[in-house]
């Protein structure tokens, strides 16, 4: 399986089926390929102060 059918497989699997999916790989992966600046910057912005805030009101801090 290439690259391209890859993301669509990915991309095709209901939410919960990512959220496993990234739970379950991310962890192994990034070890792995994100070994440079660039990378690392990247991870950073998805869980950035505003991205937390924004889950913490919305889910009341787990009230």
Known sequence: MGYDELKAAVLDLDQSQQ???VMEVLKELLPKVCNDEACLEQIRNFVDEE???SYR???MDSV
């Open 19 to 21: 959220k496993q999916l």
């Open 51 to 53: 991205t937390i805030r």
């Open 57 to 59: 009101e919305q889910h």
